[in-house]
């Protein structure tokens, strides 16, 4: 579900929420170019989805930075497909 099946926007703000977890900060550098390889859509989706996550007030897009405005309501969105694998795999390898 997580991957390929789940909404565009669920799939987006889980692959944030990654991002975030590796990252310093809530400043992510991200091109839409960039996500639109890494989520394998096309490039209006990824600004729909953008757009969506930002009117919901979790994140802020500006020119190639995406902000995490509200991590808790990011996971929200993300309805279901981020927690539970990491959870495991930081009960595999820790």
Known sequence: MANGRGKLEDRLARWLLMA???VDGDRLVLTHEFLVIMLGVRRPGVTIALYLLE???????????ISIVDRQGLEENANGAYGAPEAEFQRLFS
């Open 20 to 22: 975030h977890d590796r």
């Open 55 to 65: 009117a919901h007030g979790v994140t802020q897009a500006s020119r190639g930075i």
